[in-house]
């Protein structure tokens, strides 16, 4: 199977904006704007795609949470008094709104997708500018909350699955020298760099005195670079691990098909696993649909999927339920 | 499923003779009396049943020792000087010679089949008797090597599956139990009590002072016993670990499944969960067909069944591909 279609999960671009002449959101307390500036991006959103508003403030926490599993807002906004997000039905944009700056502009795609998640988000960024005037600065570029944001205010991420380079025990050489080329590479659902599942996420440390194209490009290259040393390294455990490595996977395979229930770090481990012996080709699965599994599953994503708070062991048997419907 | 069928896994009866003014095998040194015994035998047998005779001396270590997996010889035979069996084809009926006692007449049949095992060997034993003058005592009875088995100088052994009894921690009690009441019951494939797979194997101690119809009507009862007592313990093992129970049943059933190696420990583990699962209804397999897997896969008969030593890496790959075509 294809080397980047086995590494890349996902690409996510999120541009920050903030309104000239409001405070950022962290002063904010009641003042007209806010409803002005959240009546003109709603006016925007609706001309350019279905979506719908998630006001935060009286949400049901397992909804919010399951936003957050789904990257569609972040942790912050969910703390915010007077956030929310337009989100559009296909769930490829959102727009929050109040969270550490005043706009967050974010589109999320399936795979390695830089320029038309850039497009997207673009877009929106030029129809807004038409209602809304924009903070920018010709000297520090936009103008955001937080000054590790200035500049094209642009951060661009691509979640990889990387089990070669962790197994192998060489992941930790990456992290650092990609950090030294000024991106973060840090671990998903896990402590650390210990990435459960091998998922790390991988974007750009800064975006000031650097153009929206500079950014693109360097994080598609390093991006590249990640994926040829995640190549090698499978076909060295391939070559050195061979039937036990198989054998592991197999095991995972039998357990995702016939367990009865599975805490979220058991199917972690056991989904990463299958997902390894697709890219091996011992297993033929598809890909995507393994991916999906990992935001599907999450805690409180079963709840939402079941409209109701679960308990611990009811998300368990539900989480098993749906590994067996999907893996087949 | 029937609680018989799902306790117990076969049955065997077991005969010892000796004949009149030759010394007992552990004595025996060239006489000429072991050529005649054998060729009388020999005879008795080719006119009740097709056989082959397996001759100890000079077989492969592996050939040997899978024929004590499959419970036709025992270990003693395997290391006697003149030993060999006459062995029927369908393997239910071996007869060894030169053990302790010059003739083992031996009956083994799948389930709960106590008459039918009786039967084959009382009519083996009957006809040779019109060839052998058989060394019998009106006191003592039948004549044998170890005082033990003087008497009727039957054995009869059940061998069942008791995985409630021992996930309940009751089994200890069942063994003391039915030793008082002059049974022997021990765990096989593993150490002391302890059974890997849950198999234990219960037969009468002594046979002196008794006769075959109280033996078999002895042991017939206790069995049923025993049977009782598992299924009550497996009713109160479901209800108390519910689900619990069931994953890990249908976590062993994914990994027969799916494994591409198994150690012999972890493939009966696994097989005795499963069978388990066929017991409670968790799973609609053929409880014969997993009871001929653990006889299968043995070390030997791997050997055996690919006509030559095998490494234990080799065995443990051939095993879980053995598993993994009976389990489908």
Redesign the interface.
């Known amino acids: 199977m294809d080397k980047i279609q086995s590494t890349v999960i996902s690409t996510r671009i999120r541009l920050a904006r903030n309104v000239k002449n409001l405070p950022f959101p962290n002063r904010l307390s009641g003042e007209e704007g806010i409803y002005t500036l959240l009546a003109k991006v709603q006016k925007t959103c609706d001309a350019l795609f279905p979506n719908k508003y998630y006001k935060i403030d009286g949400m049901d926490r397992y909804e919010s949470e399951s936003l957050v599993e789904r990257h569609l807002i972040s942790r912050n906004l969910q703390k915010s008094k007077y956030g929310g997000a337009f989100i559009s039905e296909s769930e490829d944009i959102s727009v929050m709104v109040f969270e550490e700056d005043h706009l967050r502009i974010q589109s999320i795609m399936r795979g390695f997708n830089l320029e038309n998640a850039y497009n997207a988000v673009a877009k929106i960024d030029s129809e807004l500018k038409k209602n809304v005037e924009i903070a920018f600065d010709q000297k520090l570029g936009y103008l955001t909350a937080c000054p590790t944001n200035l500049g094209a205010a642009m951060r661009a991420s691509v979640m990889l699955f990387l089990p070669g380079l962790t197994k192998l025990g060489l992941i930790d050489n990456i992290i650092m020298k990609f950090q030294d080329l000024g991106m973060t590479i840090r671990g998903i659902y896990g402590e650390g760099s210990k990435a459960e599942g091998y998922v790390y996420q991988i974007s750009n440390q800064a975006s000031i005195s650097l153009s929206e194209t500079e950014i693109l490009n360097k994080i598609k290259k390093y991006v590249m670079q990640i994926v040829d040393y995640e190549t090698d390294a499978r076909e060295k455990l391939k070559s050195s691990l061979g039937?036990?490595l198989?054998?592991d996977i197999?095991?995972s395979?039998?357990?995702?098909?016939?367990?009865?229930?599975m805490s979220s770090q058991e199917f972690n481990q056991n989904l990463a696993s299958v997902k390894l012996g697709v890219a091996l080709g011992y297993l033929n699965l598809d890909m995507d649909k393994l991916n999906s599994l990992s935001v599907l599953t999450q805690p409180a994503m079963l709840c939402f999927l079941k409209k109701k708070e679960l308990t611990p062991q009811q998300r368990d048997?539900y989480r098993?339920e749906i590994a067996k419907s999907m893996i087949g």
């Open positions: 039937i036990d198989q054998n197999m095991i395979y039998g357990i995702l098909k016939y367990a009865c229930k048997i098993a």
